[in-house]
């Protein structure tokens, strides 16, 4: 079981930066896919970026070259840094651990709000 608290979303002008945080609880983080998603008003969730327990990454076209995904394996902590900001990033952005093995199953956090806003 693994428990996903996300942190650090607020408002930012457009082309400016944020941080986001992802901090889990339980045991045999670094065993964990972790990814990024995000989910704009009323439209469907999507992926935004995903980094597996092997440090691999991966990225949605629209944050190719803006993002920038990693993570601590010390400190159970999976970060997204956005840069160049813009308008459309503007949602909720959620936190999802898959675990290593069979059967798989998927934890997500609560999410959190980031808005790009003049």
């Known amino acids: 079981q693994v428990q996903l608290v996300e942190s650090g979303g607020g408002l930012v002008q457009p082309g400016g930066s944020l941080r986001l945080s992802c901090a889990a609880s339980g045991r045999a983080f670094s065993t964990y896919d972790m990814a990024w998603y995000l989910q704009a008003p009323g439209k469907q969730r999507e992926l935004v970026a995903t980094?597996?327990?092997?440090?691999?990454?991966n990225y949605g076209d629209s944050v190719k070259g803006r993002f920038t995904i990693s993570r601590d394996n010390g400190k159970n902590t999976v970060y997204l840094q956005m840069n160049s900001l813009k308008p459309e990033d503007t949602a909720v952005y959620y936190c999802?651990?898959?675990?290593?093995?069979?059967?798989?199953?998927?934890?997500w956090g609560q999410g959190t709000q980031v808005t790009v806003s003049s």
């Open positions: 999802k651990a898959v675990n290593f093995g069979f059967p798989k199953r998927e934890y």
């Open positions: 980094i597996r327990y092997i440090g691999s990454t």
